[in-house]
């Protein structure tokens, strides 16, 4: 029986060693596992169900609000007089995305056209597309300026087609008008005696060009190869440098197409990606941890020198004719018309140009952009891009419809693309990405205390059946002396 409980405890304590030493294999093999399955699950690929699928047709739905800035005084703005606008809005449009065209390549690209459609939701705005708006004419405004070193012969012509099609300083339109096109005598005649003068042979509408369209051709990496380079792109309609800008660095076409980014993310990790519709490469850094729903989250926010001037940021200088900061003039890429985007109500901007225009309250809360990704995987999770559009407008001679207008970056509109990981891919996020690498990691520690466990109990009964044998043995010792005694005795 002593024999049996000595060997039952040594093979507890075997037992033990081998439980402790196979949770400390764990500690160091488990996250090279998850890693492993990361890398796997994040390589651009047909056969990865969920984050292809993710990928190809992004499930999570995404919103764009729209919100204008209603001119209250166009009249006095005429004779000089600071503008004065109300923010109206939001006007809000579900945002269909979905990849075509899908190839993929030797080089461990694939490349693709990405098109996109919007549907307005009254439930989820302030207002109607029947609601009526007031703004500054982009097709009068924007010509004077761009016009504004011509033969003054020229600009007199031009300026009396303006007052022939009954063109003004400003346009009252319905907000579905503004964002989708309106009927005008003028832009039917500039397409059909100037073709491609507006960027739209259609009508002419601040989002006409973006609804039924695509953001190009995208060739972007696999990350088979590497998985340092997935989503990255490679080229963009064939090029892998832009033209429009003044500098080779502005020029680069840098990061992924904003919408995923490579895995391992740290905290000195920025997001580069391109942006068709800004016409350059943009870089978030990062701002905090958070966490969402359990899922842990960096947050990435846009630097204060994105949209800083020459000036103020050197590496910017290509992207100049700069004016203040906060600006990025996007004249180049938009037919050389006087546009400016910013941050909303020019949020992280020079201060001077709110002194231009009354109405404006910019924060962070509101008017900052953001994107809070998943640094294990470099999945989005939670996404709010802003963006303000801005047109420079002056006095210019020979156009009489410029008045006496003072020289202002005047806002138009600002928009919020939104979207967040929710339901039932968020909840097969949360249990692969957290819940099981969790419990991994607690299995761990199980198997190394239940080993150490498993020793320490095996130890104390090996103690326990050397005392026990001990004690025997003094008993035996101690019985033969007696009986010596006794028969000693008896032979006298």
């Known amino acids: 029986m002593a024999i049996n409980t000595a060997n039952v405890a040594t093979g507890c304590i075997v037992a033990g060693a081998l439980t402790v030493l196979f949770g400390t294999i764990l500690v160091f093999v488990g996250p090279l596992i998850i890693d492993d399955q990361i890398v796997k699950n994040t390589v651009i690929d047909p056969k990865n169900d969920l984050s292809y699928t993710m990928w190809k047709d992004i499930p999570v739905p995404f919103y764009m609000s729209v919100y204008f800035f209603n001119v209250l005084n166009p009249k006095e703005i005429l004779k000089g007089e600071k503008p004065m606008v109300e923010q109206k809005g939001p006007y809000v449009y579900r945002k269909r995305c979905q990849k075509d065209n ?64 009954n063109e003004g300083a400003f346009l009252t339109k319905t907000v579905g008008e503004l964002m989708w096109g309106y009927d005008s005598k003028l832009v039917d005649f500039l397409n059909k005696y100037l073709p491609g003068t507006l960027p739209s042979s259609g009508k002419f509408g601040l989002f006409a060009e973006f609804n039924n369209s695509n953001t190009g051709l995208f060739n972007i990496f696999t990350g088979k190869d590497d998985i340092r380079k997935v989503h990255k792109v490679d080229s963009w309609n064939g090029l892998k440098k832009l033209t429009n800008w003044g500098t080779p660095q502005c020029n680069m076409i840098n990061g992924t197409a904003g919408q995923m980014w490579p895995p391992f993310m740290t905290k000195e990790s920025t997001l580069p990606f391109y942006s068709p519709d800004a016409c350059r490469s943009m870089e978030l850094v990062y701002q905090r941890p958070g966490e969402m729903k359990g899922i842990p989250l960096y947050r990435y926010v846009a630097p204060k020198t994105l949209f800083a001037n020459g000036t103020d940021y050197a590496p910017n200088e290509g992207f100049c004719p700069c004016r203040q900061s906060g600006l990025l003039n996007v004249s ?19 201060p001077v140009l709110l002194d231009f225009v009354q109405g404006l309250n910019p924060n962070e809360d509101e008017h900052g952009l953001f994107i809070d990704i998943h640094p294990q995987t470099g999945v989005p999770l939670n996404v709010s891009i802003r963006l303000q559009l801005n047109l420079y407008i002056k006095r210019v001679s020979g156009f009489i419809e410029t008045g006496k207008i003072s020289e202002v970056v005047m806002p138009m509109i600002w928009f919020e693309e939104k979207g967040y990981i929710d339901g039932p891919i968020l909840n097969t996020f949360h249990t692969n990405l957290v819940v099981l690498p969790a419990v991994m990691e607690y299995m761990q520690f199980v198997f190394i205390g239940l080993g150490v466990l498993t020793i320490i109990v095996a130890g104390l009964m090996h103690r326990r059946l050397k005392a026990s044998d001990k004690e025997l043995v003094k008993g035996s010792h101690a019985h033969e002396t007696q009986e010596k005694f006794i028969m000693n005795n008896s032979d006298k």
């Open 102 to 165: 899908i190839t993929f390549h030797p080089n461990y690209t694939v490349s693709y056209k990405e098109y996109r459609r919007y549907f307005f939701e009254p439930s989820m705005s302030a207002g109607n597309e029947s609601d009526v708006v007031t703004i500054p004419n982009m097709l009068v405004l924007g010509a004077a300026v761009m016009m504004e070193n011509m033969p003054f012969a020229v600009r007199l012509m031009v300026s009396a087609t303006f007052r022939t099609f």
């Open 332 to 350: 180049s890429c938009r037919h050389n018309s006087p546009v400016f985007i910013s941050h909303p109500h020019f949020y992280n901007a020079d």
